[in-house]
């Protein structure tokens, strides 16, 4: 009795292996932790590690097996997906194909406001034909459709997974402190095998320079984009921590109004173009942190060619382009025109970017030296937004994210028809290239449509881009093996 | 006083119900749509369409404020945008590291500012008065955004004293609540400081000194009586922390309502945006409220008129 007591006592005195936990700083709260409701960079980041898709996007966006171990398309409309044996969700209950119908299926349900809910419009049906196979079939062919695909698949059954996720991923969600952290643990029984941390502390801190500030003092393990570039150079010249540089799947673009005199003539336009001193920008201004962008095709993309280049910086060209369209100063007040058309415009964004604010504060500068008159207008996001929608302007400086197909970044930005065509774009020729980028399956015919189309979109500049982003990443050396994905997701924290 | 007070509750619920009217009706005069926001870049007119219907927000604005309106009074403040949880679960979870932090603040700026002023009112003129009236200069005029980022440098960074971010222990609030309450005690110590020098010069103290009371009992005395227009003040000043920490709350990583209702705002999540206003609305007349009873506990000559509000004879 005495030696079981003992051994009890000796048991209890153990000594326990601390948990790894890595803290990891970000700069809003997740808004949802429901793959179909999610919209924000936590949100997407804390959902990658919470659940699985049919599909997973690797570090070069080229989907690979995940939930689904393979998948054939016996016609262009119809896919089919089988699904991983044996896969249970956090509260043990089995994956079932019935589960990812139901995922897709809410998706489209227009009263459910999926964000992301236009990505899956040419879906027109899913059906689960036994427990582990699930068919897509689609309304016309849709090439991009495995990248989307990467989408986290919840149970059936399960409610307001928003605030209590429950998916088949490496961690599952311990504790939610609103406004202040995600703890998340490891799911031991995880079907990729067990993560090799405990726990993953995401830690809520606004302010981008205090976020920075904390990581030096050691209250945080890893921060990544977005930083400000004035800490990016303090951190990646401190021997302490170790800096990651990716490219990553995301532009800054000035979008021009195609139907609005006198940017309705594509070589003023490219005058413009030509006026924007892209270096000066991104030295001065973002101070080195994002990339000179050549076109609307991203690097890290298979579609990527360096022979398609928009038109670069060279303001003497600028005016003699003007000059040869008739757009001189001929009463003298400095500012441009032909006959009664005055080359003037009005230059918006939005005020919560600080860098794009003094952008176009620098442009404005730029320009009237030249003789372009430039109004700005800084809004917030918001209503920034309500005139961007309703093609309420004539040259807008923003962004685009997480392009992982160049169908992302072109079909809806260019065709005639594509909903998010603000700037009014209108080629035939640029309409049938995309739409048979959409149903070519192959991938070097697809790269070889879309870098047809960039082209197009470099000679008439209803785009001009002007950077590619730079994703960045510290971490501490308590961090090992840390592996940078260029959309800042945290598997690299589990592999 | 019980009528007094009947009648203070009767103004405090009009006042209230004004708030929210007038918050509802402004927030729908703010250019931006929470359903474009909600749905982001990829979201076509069509999808913009579906979902303000499925939120109501395509409803006529009446028909959405009298629903609002119907639901306060069992605390239903409606369902947030952006979150999809309720506006009072939202705010019940945010609201207790507010109040932490205003209180602490509070408590600091009394104390720190209180302390100084006294000195600097006894010690009129000399080296530690003008020391005084140096820092309460500066702590008035220091941007709490730049002061935060300075201490945090310092304590959290350099020294590693403090935690620089975060909420738990007392170690994390000392930062936040120094940052918040600096300038509330820079004015409290000019406050006192004033106060408590016109009140020395008041009969009766000049009488007490004369009887030969000690000086510290006389001071007591006399800080009793200069606390009045302190409290007043500070009463208020309580509301502007509350709603004042919003750069503090960011820097500090400090889960409040302050970073929350600013994400609403520029989320347009309209019945987040109303429930914290109303929340705030309410500490604030509370206060008022509050800072009237108190003032007739400090001062026996102030008496509350059963007919209207207090008066001083």
Known sequence: MRFIAALLLFAGCAPTRSPTVIRVGTDVDASSLDPRLMRDTTSYRVVDLLYDGLTRLDRELTPVPALATSWESPEPTRWIFHLREDVRFHDGSALTSEDVVHTLETLFNPGFGAPLRSLYEPITRVEATDANTVVIHLERPYAPLLSYLDVGIVPREAEDLGSHPLGTGPYRLKRWERGSKILLEANRDYWGGPPKLDEIEIVVVPDNTARAQAFEAGDLDLIQSPLSPQDIGRLSADPRFKGHVESGPAITYFNFNTSRPPLDVPGVRRAIAMLIDQETILNRIYEGSDARARSVLLPSSWAFSPDVAQPAYDPEGAEALLDELGFRDQDGDGVRERGEQKLAFELGTHGEDVNRVQTVEYLQNQLKRHGVDVTLRITDWPSFSVRRDASDFDVILLGWTQLVDPDKGLYNQFHSEGGLNWGRYRNPKVDEILEKGRSTLDRSERASLYREVASIVSADVPYYVLSYQGYHAFHSPRVEGFEADPRGMLRGLHD | ?313
């Not at chain 2, 000043?237 to 750069?247: A, D, E, H, I, K």
């Open chain 2, 1 to 313: 006083m019980l009528r007094y007070i009947a009648r203070r509750l009767f103004v405090f619920v009009i006042t209230l119900l004004g708030v929210a009217v007038v918050v509802s009706a402004l927030l729908r005069l703010v250019p931006g749509d929470p359903a474009v926001v909600f749905l982001g870049e990829n979201a076509t007119p069509e999808n913009v369409a579906e979902l303000r219907h499925a939120l109501g927000l395509d409803l006529p604005w009446p028909v959405q404020l009298a629903r609002y309106l119907k639901g306060i009074p069992t605390g239903n403040l409606g369902v947030s945008l952006f979150q999809r949880a309720p506006v009072s679960e939202l705010i019940a979870e945010r609201l207790p590291a507010t109040l932490e932090l205003a209180l602490a603040a509070l408590l600091f700026g009394v104390v720190f500012g209180g302390a100084l002023g006294v000195v600097s009112a006894l010690k009129r003129g000399s080296l530690a008065d003008l020391g005084v009236m140096v820092f309460a200069q500066l702590g008035v005029s220091m941007p709490v955004f730049w002061l935060g980022i300075l201490l945090s440098a310092l304590f959290a960074v350099h020294w590693g004293l403090f935690p620089a971010v975060g909420r738990g222990s007392l170690g994390h609030l000392v930062l936040p609540a120094l940052t918040l309450g600096l300038g509330l005690a820079s004015i409290a110590s000019r406050l006192v400081r004033a106060s408590l020098l016109d009140t020395l010069h008041e009969v009766y103290v000049r009488g007490a000194r004369a009887r030969g009371l000690p000086d510290a009992r006389v001071v007591a005395h006399a800080l009793r009586n200069a606390l009045l227009p302190v409290v007043s003040v500070l009463g208020v000043r309580f509301g502007s922390l509350l709603g004042g920490s919003v750069l503090t709350e960011s820097v500090f990583g400090w889960p409040g309502l302050g970073t929350l209702a600013v994400n609403a705002i520029s989320q347009r999540d309209f019945p987040l945006v109303q429930g914290i206003v109303l929340i705030f609305a309410t500490i604030f007349l509370a206060l008022h409220l509050a800072v009237d009873l108190v003032y007739g506990v400090l001062d026996p000559r102030i008496r509350i008129e059963a007919g209207g509000g207090p008066s001083a004879d």
